[in-house]
């Protein structure tokens, strides 16, 4: 079993309270997707062994804008969303991860939270640290994917 912290869109604001550090430490690992590029270079220092991540469309850097990552068995393609039109629909985002076989796709870009299930296939945006104050808790075991999503005063 393993636990994942999903954030995104932290536009390098990341939050200090104490809690929120706290779940990152106890997490498994860390995926940031994107818009954050200063966030990311603290978490890498932060949790150099746990941290996985993208750039977004904001960081200024074109290299490593997506990323597939298997963990107890489950693959996810980790994205910021904005090469896939996600503020309009998830369709393309959907057909990417059945081209890849994912099990789950991650992306951010539109600052709110959101799920879809498209039969195995699960499409998960964890929302906003700075705007909709939220991001995903996720836990991996036996194959299966669980996920909260959490709102917090972060």
Request: charged share 25%; hydrophobic share 35%.
């Amino acid at each position: 079993m393993k636990n994942i912290i999903v954030i995104s869109d932290t536009h390098n604001r990341l939050p200090s309270n104490e809690a929120f550090w706290e779940a990152l430490d106890n997490a498994d690992y860390i995926f940031h997707l994107g818009d954050g590029a200063r966030d990311i270079e603290k978490l890498k220092e932060a949790f150099p062994d746990n941290l996985i991540y993208v750039y977004g469309n904001n960081d200024g850097i074109t290299s490593n804008q997506e990323q597939v990552v298997e963990i107890e068995g489950v693959k996810f393609f980790l994205t910021h969303g904005h090469r896939y039109k996600v503020k309009s629909s998830d369709l393309e985002l959907q057909l990417r991860g059945l081209e890849l076989g994912v099990d789950c796709c991650l992306y951010g870009h539109v600052h709110r939270p959101q799920f879809s299930e498209y039969g195995n296939l699960k499409i998960i945006n964890p929302g906003s640290l700075t705007y909709s104050r939220t991001y995903c808790y996720m836990t991996v075991k036996d194959g299966k994917i669980l996920h909260k999503i959490v709102t917090d005063r972060i």
